[in-house]
Protein backbone atom coordinates (compact mmCIF):
# COMPACT_ATOMS: atom_id res chain seq x y z
CA UNK A 1 0.00 0.00 0.00
CA UNK A 2 1.23 3.14 -1.00
CA UNK A 3 1.92 5.78 1.72
CA UNK A 4 -0.73 8.18 0.18
CA UNK A 5 -3.17 5.37 0.16
CA UNK A 6 -2.39 4.55 3.92
CA UNK A 7 -2.57 8.14 4.66
CA UNK A 8 -6.89 7.83 3.48
CA UNK A 9 -7.59 4.52 4.73
CA UNK A 10 -6.68 5.91 8.24
CA UNK A 11 -9.25 9.28 7.38
CA UNK A 12 -11.66 7.38 6.35
CA UNK A 13 -12.21 4.94 9.03
CA UNK A 14 -12.03 7.55 11.02
CA UNK A 15 -14.77 9.47 9.90
CA UNK A 16 -16.56 6.08 9.77
CA UNK A 17 -16.63 5.55 13.27
CA UNK A 18 -17.62 9.27 14.12
CA UNK A 19 -20.30 9.13 11.81
CA UNK A 20 -21.53 5.48 13.52
CA UNK A 21 -21.39 6.25 17.06
CA UNK A 22 -24.19 5.24 19.54
CA UNK A 23 -23.51 8.20 21.27
CA UNK A 24 -25.77 11.31 21.50
CA UNK A 25 -22.80 13.56 21.40
CA UNK A 26 -21.97 15.44 18.21
CA UNK A 27 -19.08 15.91 16.12
CA UNK A 28 -17.60 18.43 13.31
CA UNK A 29 -14.79 17.03 10.87
CA UNK A 30 -12.23 15.04 12.79
CA UNK A 31 -8.61 16.75 12.26
CA UNK A 32 -5.81 13.82 11.47
CA UNK A 33 -1.95 14.93 11.27
CA UNK A 34 1.15 12.81 11.75
CA UNK A 35 4.98 12.42 12.49
CA UNK A 36 7.87 10.23 11.96
CA UNK A 37 8.34 7.32 14.90
CA UNK A 38 12.06 9.12 14.87
CA UNK A 39 11.14 12.42 14.91
CA UNK A 40 14.19 13.96 17.20
CA UNK A 41 11.04 15.52 19.20
CA UNK A 42 10.37 12.28 20.80
CA UNK A 43 13.89 12.45 22.46
CA UNK A 44 12.52 15.73 23.96
CA UNK A 45 8.82 15.02 25.66
CA UNK A 46 11.01 13.56 28.42
CA UNK A 47 12.36 17.48 28.71
CA UNK A 48 8.79 18.76 28.05
CA UNK A 49 6.60 16.67 30.38
CA UNK A 50 9.21 16.32 32.68
CA UNK A 51 8.83 12.18 32.72
CA UNK A 52 9.60 9.36 31.03
CA UNK A 53 7.93 9.60 28.42
CA UNK A 54 7.67 6.68 26.45
CA UNK A 55 9.28 6.29 22.79
CA UNK A 56 7.03 4.84 19.73
CA UNK A 57 9.07 2.05 19.99
CA UNK A 58 8.18 1.08 23.38
CA UNK A 59 4.64 1.34 22.02
CA UNK A 60 5.17 -0.91 19.04
CA UNK A 61 8.40 -2.47 17.96
CA UNK A 62 9.52 -1.22 14.74
CA UNK A 63 7.32 1.63 14.72
CA UNK A 64 7.71 4.39 11.63
CA UNK A 65 4.75 6.97 12.29
CA UNK A 66 2.65 8.14 14.79
CA UNK A 67 -0.73 8.93 13.46
CA UNK A 68 -2.72 11.42 15.94
CA UNK A 69 -5.97 13.11 15.08
CA UNK A 70 -8.40 15.27 16.62
CA UNK A 71 -12.10 15.05 17.27
CA UNK A 72 -13.49 18.68 17.46
CA UNK A 73 -17.46 19.16 19.43
CA UNK A 74 -20.56 20.16 18.14
CA UNK A 75 -20.76 24.30 18.62
CA UNK A 76 -23.66 23.27 21.17
CA UNK A 77 -21.71 21.34 23.24
CA UNK A 78 -19.06 23.96 24.08
CA UNK A 79 -22.05 26.77 24.47
CA UNK A 80 -23.46 24.67 26.50
CA UNK A 81 -20.41 24.63 29.02
CA UNK A 82 -19.70 28.46 28.21
CA UNK A 83 -23.04 29.32 29.64
CA UNK A 84 -23.71 27.09 32.41
CA UNK A 85 -20.88 29.26 34.87
CA UNK A 86 -22.00 27.37 38.21
CA UNK A 87 -20.77 24.12 37.43
CA UNK A 88 -19.57 22.01 34.25
CA UNK A 89 -22.47 21.48 31.65
CA UNK A 90 -24.01 17.93 31.30
CA UNK A 91 -23.90 17.82 27.89
CA UNK A 92 -19.84 18.35 28.35
CA UNK A 93 -19.19 15.78 30.47
CA UNK A 94 -20.93 13.30 28.50
CA UNK A 95 -18.99 14.36 25.46
CA UNK A 96 -15.57 13.82 27.33
CA UNK A 97 -17.32 10.12 28.34
CA UNK A 98 -18.66 9.56 24.94
CA UNK A 99 -15.50 10.75 23.44
CA UNK A 100 -13.28 8.78 25.44
CA UNK A 101 -15.06 5.55 24.29
CA UNK A 102 -15.05 6.84 20.75
CA UNK A 103 -11.23 6.93 20.51
CA UNK A 104 -10.99 3.40 22.05
CA UNK A 105 -13.50 2.22 19.21
CA UNK A 106 -11.63 4.19 16.87
CA UNK A 107 -8.26 2.57 17.63
CA UNK A 108 -9.36 -1.02 17.65
CA UNK A 109 -10.84 -0.60 14.01
CA UNK A 110 -7.74 1.11 13.12
CA UNK A 111 -5.33 -1.94 14.44
CA UNK A 112 -8.07 -4.53 13.01
CA UNK A 113 -7.85 -2.76 9.46
CA UNK A 114 -4.05 -1.78 9.04
CA UNK A 115 -3.38 -5.57 10.42
CA UNK A 116 -5.23 -6.75 7.42
CA UNK A 117 -3.20 -4.76 5.14
CA UNK A 118 -0.04 -6.21 6.61
CA UNK A 119 0.64 -3.11 9.21
CA UNK A 120 0.99 -3.33 13.21
CA UNK A 121 -0.61 -0.96 14.61
CA UNK A 122 -0.83 0.12 19.19
CA UNK A 123 -2.11 2.62 21.13
CA UNK A 124 -2.48 3.97 24.22
CA UNK A 125 -6.26 5.17 25.89
CA UNK A 126 -7.36 8.89 25.24
CA UNK A 127 -7.36 9.34 28.98
CA UNK A 128 -5.26 8.60 32.16
CA UNK A 129 -1.65 8.39 30.56
CA UNK A 130 -0.25 10.16 33.54
CA UNK A 131 1.96 9.81 36.20
CA UNK A 132 -0.11 9.96 39.48
CA UNK A 133 2.22 11.65 41.35
CA UNK A 134 3.55 14.62 38.96
CA UNK A 135 0.01 14.65 36.99
CA UNK A 136 2.39 14.72 34.00
CA UNK A 137 1.81 12.37 30.94
CA UNK A 138 3.85 9.04 30.14
CA UNK A 139 2.68 9.42 26.25
CA UNK A 140 1.40 13.05 25.66
CA UNK A 141 -1.43 12.86 22.96
CA UNK A 142 -1.39 16.94 23.24
CA UNK A 143 2.62 16.87 22.74
CA UNK A 144 2.21 14.57 19.85
CA UNK A 145 -0.54 16.69 17.77
CA UNK A 146 1.88 19.67 17.96
CA UNK A 147 4.56 17.57 16.60
CA UNK A 148 2.44 16.67 14.20
CA UNK A 149 0.71 19.62 12.96
CA UNK A 150 -2.56 19.52 13.95
CA UNK A 151 -1.93 22.57 16.30
CA UNK A 152 -0.09 24.51 19.18
CA UNK A 153 -0.38 25.24 22.67
CA UNK A 154 -2.51 28.04 24.04
CA UNK A 155 -1.49 29.84 27.63
CA UNK A 156 -4.26 27.18 28.76
CA UNK A 157 -1.79 24.54 27.52
CA UNK A 158 -4.49 23.23 25.46
CA UNK A 159 -3.92 21.97 22.07
CA UNK A 160 -5.25 24.99 19.49
CA UNK A 161 -6.07 23.04 16.09
CA UNK A 162 -7.89 25.05 13.42
CA UNK A 163 -11.06 23.73 14.25
CA UNK A 164 -10.36 25.13 18.45
CA UNK A 165 -9.40 23.20 21.39
CA UNK A 166 -13.05 21.89 22.35
CA UNK A 167 -12.55 18.39 21.33
CA UNK A 168 -10.37 15.33 22.24
CA UNK A 169 -7.18 13.74 21.01
CA UNK A 170 -6.07 10.09 20.05
CA UNK A 171 -3.16 8.68 18.47
CA UNK A 172 -1.79 5.56 17.09
CA UNK A 173 1.91 4.23 16.30
CA UNK A 174 2.32 1.88 13.03
CA UNK A 175 5.06 0.11 11.55
CA UNK A 176 4.68 1.91 7.84
CA UNK A 177 5.83 4.84 6.64
CA UNK A 178 3.81 8.15 6.21
CA UNK A 179 4.36 10.67 3.08
CA UNK A 180 7.48 12.30 3.81
CA UNK A 181 6.11 16.25 5.12
CA UNK A 182 7.30 18.69 7.77
CA UNK A 183 3.85 20.01 9.24
CA UNK A 184 3.39 23.30 9.33
CA UNK A 185 3.76 25.12 12.37
CA UNK A 186 2.03 28.82 13.35
CA UNK A 187 0.66 30.41 16.47
CA UNK A 188 -2.73 30.00 16.96
CA UNK A 189 -3.17 31.81 20.64
CA UNK A 190 -4.30 35.05 20.39
CA UNK A 191 -2.33 36.02 24.50
CA UNK A 192 1.28 34.90 22.73
CA UNK A 193 1.06 36.55 19.57
CA UNK A 194 -0.16 40.39 20.81
CA UNK A 195 -1.27 39.72 24.38
CA UNK A 196 -4.60 40.32 23.48
CA UNK A 197 -6.60 37.84 24.95
CA UNK A 198 -6.93 36.65 28.51
CA UNK A 199 -10.50 34.73 28.71
CA UNK A 200 -9.42 31.23 29.62
CA UNK A 201 -7.42 32.99 32.48
CA UNK A 202 -10.59 34.86 33.36
CA UNK A 203 -12.80 31.45 32.71
CA UNK A 204 -10.49 29.37 35.08
CA UNK A 205 -12.78 28.65 38.52
CA UNK A 206 -9.25 27.72 40.20
CA UNK A 207 -7.27 30.61 38.80
CA UNK A 208 -5.00 27.95 37.42
CA UNK A 209 -3.66 29.78 34.52
CA UNK A 210 -1.48 32.61 35.09
CA UNK A 211 0.71 35.08 32.95
CA UNK A 212 3.63 34.87 35.00
CA UNK A 213 3.31 31.45 36.62
CA UNK A 214 3.46 28.33 35.28
CA UNK A 215 0.10 26.22 34.50
CA UNK A 216 -1.13 25.24 38.15
CA UNK A 217 -1.97 21.75 37.38
CA UNK A 218 -2.88 20.24 40.92
CA UNK A 219 -5.41 23.01 41.17
CA UNK A 220 -6.39 22.04 37.68
CA UNK A 221 -7.20 18.14 38.91
CA UNK A 222 -8.31 18.77 42.19
CA UNK A 223 -11.19 20.85 40.35
CA UNK A 224 -11.99 18.11 37.81
CA UNK A 225 -12.08 15.26 40.74
CA UNK A 226 -14.74 17.56 42.49
CA UNK A 227 -16.58 18.03 39.19
CA UNK A 228 -16.85 14.30 38.75
CA UNK A 229 -18.85 13.89 42.11
CA UNK A 230 -21.85 15.84 40.19
CA UNK A 231 -22.29 12.93 37.21
CA UNK A 232 -21.81 9.42 39.31
CA UNK A 233 -23.78 7.78 36.66
CA UNK A 234 -21.04 8.58 33.57
CA UNK A 235 -18.52 6.18 35.65
CA UNK A 236 -15.06 7.24 37.01
CA UNK A 237 -13.62 8.44 34.33
CA UNK A 238 -15.58 11.47 33.96
CA UNK A 239 -13.03 14.26 35.70
CA UNK A 240 -13.81 17.22 33.88
CA UNK A 241 -13.68 21.06 34.00
CA UNK A 242 -13.38 22.52 30.38
CA UNK A 243 -14.12 26.36 31.43
CA UNK A 244 -10.81 27.24 29.61
CA UNK A 245 -11.89 25.64 26.38
CA UNK A 246 -15.13 26.92 25.74
CA UNK A 247 -14.50 30.60 25.81
CA UNK A 248 -13.06 33.10 23.74
CA UNK A 249 -11.55 33.27 20.17
CA UNK A 250 -10.20 29.13 20.17
CA UNK A 251 -12.84 27.34 21.46
CA UNK A 252 -14.31 26.38 18.01
CA UNK A 253 -11.39 27.84 15.70
CA UNK A 254 -7.45 28.99 15.64
CA UNK A 255 -7.53 32.09 16.95
CA UNK A 256 -4.53 33.56 14.82
Known amino acids: MEPMELLELIREAIIHEVKNNDFVTLYRDPLLGFVAASDPGFTKLSKWTETSHLMPEDLLPGARS ?19 KEQVARQWAVAYSDTNTLIGQINTRLIELLSQCGIQANAEPATGNFFEDTLRSHWSHKSIAVMAGIGSFGLHQLVITDAGCAGRLGSIVIDADLPASKPEQKERCEYFVSESCLDCLLAC ?33 VKVCGKCAVVGPCALESAV
Do not use: M, T
Open 205 to 237: PVKAIDEESPFDRWACWQQCLNNAEDFPDLGDD
Open 66 to 84: VVCFFLPFAPEIAYANEVE
